[in-house]
């Protein structure tokens, strides 16, 4: 049986930004975030010298990155942070 993925939400300032992106770039962060809800360790360590941070992770794609925390407790995702260099 296959874990149902963790549900997404987005920081305020992250969700700004997610409403200010073109529509293609918007279609990539989804793409990013639904392959991190399936695996939300798949994506590097946002910092790998922080041993108390493994799960805030940084997902990068060209221009575009994500950084989000992992809550194990209630399986979500929260978008701290979007950058689009566009």
Do not use: H
């Amino acid at each position: 049986m296959t874990a149902q993925p963790y549900a997404v939400r987005f920081s305020p300032p992250a969700a700004k930004v997610l409403g200010t992106l073109p529509e293609d770039v918007e279609d990539t962060v989804w793409n990013i975030l639904d392959a991190a809800a399936g695996d939300p360790w798949g994506f590097g360590q946002w910092n790998a010298d922080d041993p108390e941070g493994q799960d805030v992770r940084c997902a990068s794609v060209g221009q575009l990155s994500l950084t989000y925390w992992i809550n194990r407790p209630l399986r979500r995702l929260t978008v701290l942070n979007i950058v689009w260099l566009g």
